[in-house]
Every structure is written in C-alpha cells, then in structure tokens.
C-alpha cells in the first residue's frame, strides 16, 4: 500500500492531513492522485460515498492551482449545499500548513448578494450547487474563463436531482477550455450520455471495487417486526444504545417529520433534517446536532449529503432505501476515523426481499440482531 508521500503529495499538504488522522490513502486515492497529479487529463473515478473521493480530487487541485493568482482556477460542481460546504472545509483543513489558497463555497439557500461580495475577494476554488452557479453567471457575478480544471462530485446524484439542464450548460460554457473529473457512485445511461459528449475519448476511467467499497468496520444486523411495530422496536434499540448518538433513515420528508415528532414526544432529544427545509433552519438543527446538544438526528437520503459528524455509534434505517447506493451512503456516517459501528435496518415481512437484494449486491452479510 502506498503512502501519501509517494503518491506524490507535498509534505505541507501531509501534515494537514495527518492532523487530521488521514494517514494511508483509500484505493480511490491510490488509483487517482498520481493520475491527476501528473497529467491532470480527463478523468472519471466510479466510486461510493465513504471512500476518500473529497481528497482523491482536492489534494491534486490543491497542487495544481496557482496560490500568487487570485482568478478562480478549479470549479467543483455538488449535488446539495452541505456537500459544498463540506468539500470547502475539508479543502481548509487540508492547507493548514500549505500556501494559502482560497476557496469558496456558493449555493441556493443563502442570499445571492452575500456570495457575490465573497467572490470579489481572491478566490481560486469554487465549490457550487449547479442553480446557485447558474445564477452566478447569469447576473456576470462570476468569471469562469480561467478554470483549468471542472470536479462533479456526486455526478448521479445531480442528475437524479433533475441538474442535467445546468450541468450541461455549464460544461458547455467552457468546453475545450478546461479538463473534467467526473465522480459517481454509479453509472447510468445520462452519466455516459454526459461523458460521451464533454470528456475526452481517452479519459481515464478507474472503478472502486465493491469489496472496498462498504466499510469493513462497520455491523450489519436488521430487525425483522410488523410494520406498526417499527416504533416500539426503535425505542427499545435506543433505550439500549443509552447516551450513544446515531442517525435514523427514512425515505419520505413526512416520514422523518412525523418520526421526529414520535421521538420527541418521548422526551429523546431528536430532530429531523430534510430537503424542505429553510437554510438557517437546517443548519440550526446539523449546528444542535455537531454540537452534541442533541442526540439523535433523523434524515432523508438527500438532506443527508454531505453530513460529517464524528463519533456517530450506529445508524438506523427505519425505512430501507430505494437505491442500493444509499444504504452505503447511510451506513458510511458511522464507523468513521478507525471506529466501530453499527448499521441497523429495522424491516417488515415486505422489506426482506429488498434487504437480501442489498445484502447480495454490496456482497455484506446483514445479521439479524439478537
């Protein structure tokens, strides 16, 4: 296995990492950086949240922007705002001990003047959700010309979030001007349309395997119960996960809503978080939940992005998720930095079928809980 060092990282950039208890490169890590350090060329990276794509990409554009130039030089493109924001932190963090290089964040939710002062300042990153970027570049608030290099983060997911009109308007607006990394869980036929069209023909494409992929320190167990007893058996769990703190899954905005509602009416310091939400809203409630003000937070699929809460023992997905992806997407909150965890699907009698589709697929075995 190959170190940072010789995947061909500074030693400044190194020693933000280690601070951040980031020490041997993930196989995504290994596969990308030497690529996209040394010819930096169209690139395609298919793999999993979880798995370290954050500096497979940031630690080269890192390496390759111009810190003395203060145009924006790289541009990376997220499906949610928490992504976004998680992405330019992580990027912060990493240069601790590196050239000061600046980035910035932009997204809907937070009013668009307050962005456009930002951007006046010297900016070489940009980490954007594609409408906010839309509209950036509509009211001329953000010059592009210079980007050498365009990241979709998340490629699938901005997509299934309806993104194809802005993604391609903006991989349009500088075509032939700039090199594209593309990351993806998966790779359905709107993704290949996307690299057909704007990635060059040799792009190098490089795939996770999926016995990588889930994270091997994580439990896997389930709950089988009717339907109506899915409450009584979540409060059981939790009463004997005591003061640990955790996640809870759910497919539907009403379901996390109504769920949350359920919990605190039993005096367990919960909330949900989910994608109707007003910007300050949410972040209060990630702020209450970072801050171990409050246990338990319940989610959907897409609010979730981008949630990085260190310390997390278990999660639970009260309802299993549509897409297979996801459920690696929910269990990967737990079990972060070295730690243990446990992933726990609580299922009716019409569930198990989905939850063995899961279980063959990610090639885990899910154990019912005893």
Known sequence: MATFKELGISSSLIKGLEEMQINTPTDIQEKAIPFLLEKGSDFIGQAQTGTGKTAAFGLPLLMKVNPKSDKVQALILSPTRELAQQIAKQLFKFTKYHDKIF???????????????????????????????????????????????????????????????????????????????????????????????????????????????????????????EGTDKLPVLLNFLKDQGSHRGVIFCKTKVSAATLAKQLMAKNISADAIQGDMMQKDREKVMRAFKNEKLQILIATDLAARGIDVSGLAYVVHYQLPDQVEYYTHRSGRTARAGKKGLSLSIVSKEEMKSLHFIEKTLGINILESK
């Open 103 to 225: 980035t910035e964040a932009v997204f809907g939710g937070e009013k668009i003047e307050i962005q456009i002062a930002k951007l006046k300042r010297p900016t070489q990153i940009v980490v954007a959700t594609p409408g906010r970027l839309i509209d950036l570049l509509n009211r001329k608030a953000i010059e592009l010309s210079n980007v050498k290099t365009i990241v979709l983060d998340e490629a699938d997911e901005m997509l299934s979030m309806g993104f194809k009109k802005e993604l391609t308007t903006i991989l349009s607006h500088s075509k032939g001007k700039r090199n594209t990394w593309l990351f993806s869980a998966t790779m359905p036929s709107e993704i290949k349309e996307i690299i057909n069209k704007y990635m060059a023909a040799d792009a190098l494409k490089v795939q996770v395997d999926k016995d990588n992929v889930v994270n091997k320190a994580i439990v896997h167990e389930f709950v089988r119960c």
